[in-house]
């Protein structure tokens, strides 16, 4: 297999794990872009099919919560199939959900593709997988390599929005759906041509490895009861109670909130839909800084503090927000750099500290944590849709999501406060 690699390739088995990387970034940030596709298609499907605000968020929500419950089994199915042909599956349902798409007329056609087919779809390429592949294959810089994944997740999510958003108003919403599916198409031909399990596939160790490891045969367990026993082993531990209540705070405000309220929030403001996706763009751009060097922070420092800081600032940023639509561009303009500093950078610190909790569990587990913070987001995405039909403005729940990131920053100081091996080490 080393020489396959090499012979393909032109290069060292060593580049191996960049070339992992680098398919797996790809296939991360590709998911991530199409999975949040539709906060440019809010306004356009009120204005095209007649819905309200509440109609056109359930299926997003639907498509949020999946994103997340999709990622317990997701690990345990990488574990018993392996990592490749789950790619490709979940690469594969964004094809089909996408291209159906351009045929769409009514409410429950968006529920079915956009709900449960790219939630299913993106949910099996979500956080999971970078910390899947980071864990099978990096010993050494795993917690940067976490960042680079989470970044990449994260930012796939926000920096297509002005392409997608400029589409949409030069050649209308179905262009936007066969762009998407295009680049998911190119994505599944490169993970089947340069895609691999884990390093033994390829002749090597773990980046790092000095010494060779034991071949662990895939245990026969059906990965859906693998995952209820993840489920069983965590809901037993204090801390990951904790972890999860500090997560779906996390998705709430990020994904649910901003992810897809803030382009109407701003165009109700008065700012253009392609200016609005830009702004998240460049939030975008400002969280990969923010969670690769959270990452590299992790690797080095205690991750209950760095969440303390992560959480607390972003809520201080959530009750600055209304104040930021109202003013001068300058003000939006420091919230989207501030808030994109800080995006998901606590998804590196989660998963350290349910690595050092749960051991050899904590991929399944870090699964269900993973889905709350999509069952936040998809709270948030319906829950702010109906409350903004309601009142006719935002103001109340940005506040509300500020003071709840504030409250998380409090509990997370309790999360595994027994390990003495997450004192700062620096």
């Not at 050899?360 to 889905?371: E, L, R």
Request: hydrophobic share 50%; charged share 10%; net charge positive.
């Amino acid at each position: 297999m080393r020489k396959y690699y090499s012979s393909l390739l032109g290069t060292p088995s060593r580049s191996i794990y960049w070339i992992v990387v680098g398919i797996t970034f790809l296939t991360l940030l590709v998911s991530a872009g199409i999975r949040s596709t539709p906060g440019v298609l809010i306004v356009p499907f009120e204005q095209s099919f007649g819905w309200t605000r509440a109609e056109v968020t359930f299926p997003i929500a639907i498509n949020l919560a999946l994103y997340g419950l999709c990622g317990p089994f997701a690990a345990a199915f990488m574990k018993r199939y392996g990592v490749k042909r789950i790619m490709i599956i979940a690469l594969s349902l964004l094809v089909i959900g996408t291209s159906l798409s351009t045929w769409l007329k009514m409410i429950w056609q968006m529920t079915v593709l956009w709900g449960f087919i790219v939630g299913i779809g993106a949910g099996l390429t979500s956080s999971v997988l970078g910390a899947v592949v980071a864990n099978r294959w990096f010993k050494e810089k795993r917690g940067f390599i976490i960042g680079v994944f989470t970044a990449s997740g994260a930012t796939g999510q926000l920096v297509f929005l002005p392409l997608f958003a400029k589409i949409v108003s030069s050649y209308g919403w179905q262009m936007v759906v066969w762009v998407t599916a295009l680049f998911a198409m190119i994505v599944v031909l490169l993970v089947g041509l340069f895609m691999r399990d884990k390093p033994s596939d390829a002749g090597i160790l773990p980046y790092g490895e000095t010494e060779s490891l034991k071949t662990e045969s895939t245990p026969h367990t059906n990965p859906f009861l693998s995952a209820i026993k993840g489920l069983k082993i965590g809901i037993r531990s204090k801390d990951f109670w904790l972890l999860m209540g500090s997560f779906f705070v996390c998705g709430l405000s990020t994904n649910g909130l901003i992810g897809t309220h803030l382009i109407p929030a701003c165009m109700e403001h008065g700012i253009t839909e392609v200016t609005a996706a830009s702004m998240l763009a460049f939030m975008g751009i400002f969280d990969i800084v923010g969670t690769t060097l959270s990452g590299w922070l992790s690797d080095r420092w205690n991750n209950r503090w760095l969440l303390f800081w992560y959480y607390g600032l972003r809520g201080i940023s959530l009750v600055f927000l209304p104040y930021a639509l109202g003013s001068t561009f300058l003000g939006l303009a420091i919230f989207v750099v501030f808030y994109g500093l800080d995006w998901v950078a606590t998804v590196p610190p989660t998963i350290r500290l349910c690595n050092d909790v749960f051991g050899k569990q904590s991929g399944i587990v870090f699964g269900w944590v993973w889905a709350s913070h999509q069952l936040g987001a998809a709270t948030a995405a319906f829950g702010s849709g109906i409350i903004r039909t309601w009142f006719g403005t935002y103001t109340f729940i940005f506040i509300v999501a500020g003071i709840l990131c504030v409250t998380a920053a409090g509990f997370v100081l309790q999360i595994n406060k027994r390990n003495k091996s997450i004192i700062p080490s620096v």
